[in-house]
């Protein structure tokens, strides 16, 4: 049995910048196959489009977790 890693990543109007984020984590995260991957997106209360474009990543991907905190309480909380 494999060890599962979360990488946890705090959100904050990123929306341009999620698809990006992603591609990088897989890129990195497919040659390591001794293990298996979690990416935890954490919406810090973004004003843009952020939330919904995590998601769009949840529903094609099932390693990516989503959660949505009410308002901006600053990445350290986020984490």
């Not at 946890?8 to 991957?37: F, G, H, M």
């Not at 973004?46 to 905190?69: G, R, T, Y």
């Amino acid at each position: 049995m494999s060890k599962k890693i979360s990488i946890i990543v705090p959100v904050y109007n990123e929306a341009k910048s999620i698809p990006k984020i992603y591609e990088r984590l897989n890129t990195v995260t497919e040659k390591l196959t001794d293990y298996q991957w979690e990416y935890l997106f954490v919406n810090d209360g973004s004003s843009d489009e952020s939330f919904s474009e995590l998601c769009k990543l949840a529903e094609i991907d099932h390693k990516n977790k989503v959660l949505d905190l009410s308002r901006n309480f600053g990445k350290e909380i986020a984490l």
